[in-house]
Structure formats: structure tokens, C-alpha cells
């Protein structure tokens, strides 16, 4: 078993015993995240407009691997605690599953099991895609991210503020 499935295994366990009850009843986290979970949708909807997600597909279709092992470790732990509360909201468990070694752990059968992926993927537009987009469309996707961007480290700041200890995890 890989160290990475560990690793986000003891970050879930600290998540249920430290801080499921506290953000439950917290409306600030609760308001910033709807706002976050409001602005990846739209960051999806541009992306699907741009056909950039259709283009990917394609790509991965031919092989190629694009969400390979170790990206996992780009998703920090706060943004980590972010995607399970977002999949609470939604009823869904996020589950950890060592499905193939050379795939990122995060890769499920049908894309990204992330609601909010790390902001190193989310700002990763390879030369094909880059050209495919064009410059104005790349500058607008660039554009529509920066809302879930600002959300995103509003919250993370938040949670370390509220749980030191995630700084030593
Ligand atoms: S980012 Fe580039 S390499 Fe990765 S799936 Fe998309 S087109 Fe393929
Ligand atoms: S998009 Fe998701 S599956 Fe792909 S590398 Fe990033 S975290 Fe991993």
C-alpha cells in the first residue's frame, strides 16, 4: 500500500474525531463553502464550454496519463478537509481506494473523485490544450478560476486558524 492512501486515511480518522461536529455547526465555513461549491460549477461550466474536458477525454482515450501517482500529494491537507465536508453536503462518502499504483490515488473510474481539485491541476493547461484553447480562451478559464481560487484559500486559512494542529499533520 502506498504512503499517500495512509497518509489521507489518518487525515480523514483526524477529520471525523477534531472537526466533522465543530464545521457542522460553524455558518461561516457553512456559507463560504455553498459560495465554493457555487464557484467550482461554474469553473466546470466554463471548462465544458470551452470544450476543454471533451478534449482531455479524447486524450486519456489514446492513453495517455495525464493524473499520474504522486500528483496526490499536490492537494494539501486543508483543501483535503474542504472536499469532505463538500461531499457531505452532497451525501457521498470519498472514498480512498488504491485502485492502480500508477495512477494518482484520486483518479476513480470515471475521472477526479475531487469536488475541489488541487489548484495545481486546476491550473495545469499542457501545450495541446493551451493551443486547442487559444489564447483569449485560456485567459478566460484562467479568469473564472480565480473566484474558487480566493474561496478556496479563504477556507483553508480559516481551518488552520480554528485547528493548529493541521499544521503539523
Ligand atoms: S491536459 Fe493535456 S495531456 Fe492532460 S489529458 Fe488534457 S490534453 Fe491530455
Ligand atoms: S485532477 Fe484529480 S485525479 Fe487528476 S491529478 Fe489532480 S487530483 Fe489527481
Given at each position: 500500500m502506498r504512503d499517500s492512501i495512509l497518509y489521507f486515511t489518518r487525515l480523514k480518522?483526524?477529520?471525523g474525531q477534531h472537526m466533522e461536529s465543530f464545521l457542522e455547526k460553524d455558518s461561516f465555513f457553512r456559507e463560504k463553502?455553498?459560495?465554493l461549491r457555487e464557484a467550482i460549477s461554474k469553473t466546470?461550466?466554463?471548462?465544458?464550454e470551452h470544450g476543454s474536458f471533451e478534449f482531455c477525454r479524447v486524450c486519456a482515450q489514446k492513453g495517455v496519463r495525464c493524473c499520474g501517482e504522486g500528483l496526490e500529494w499536490k492537494l494539501r491537507p486543508e483543501e483535503f478537509f474542504i472536499n469532505l465536508y463538500l461531499s457531505r453536503l452532497?451525501?457521498?462518502d470519498l472514498k480512498l481506494e488504491d485502485r492502480r499504483a500508477q495512477d494518482c490515488l484520486?483518479?476513480?473510474e470515471f475521472g477526479c473523485i475531487l469536488i475541489l481539485t488541487?489548484?495545481?491541476?486546476r491550473n495545469f493547461f499542457c501545450k495541446e490544450l493551451s493551443e486547442f484553447l487559444g489564447h483569449k480562451g485560456l485567459v478566460h478559464l484562467q479568469?473564472?478560476?480565480q473566484d474558487e481560487a480566493?474561496?478556496?484559500f479563504k477556507l483553508c486559512e480559516y481551518l488552520k486558524k480554528k485547528f493548529p494542529r493541521i499544521l503539523t499533520l
Open positions: 480518522e483526524f477529520y463553502a455553498l459560495q466546470k461550466k466554463a471548462y465544458i452532497e451525501e457521498r484520486f483518479l476513480g488541487p489548484l495545481f491541476c479568469n473564472v478560476i480566493e474561496l478556496t
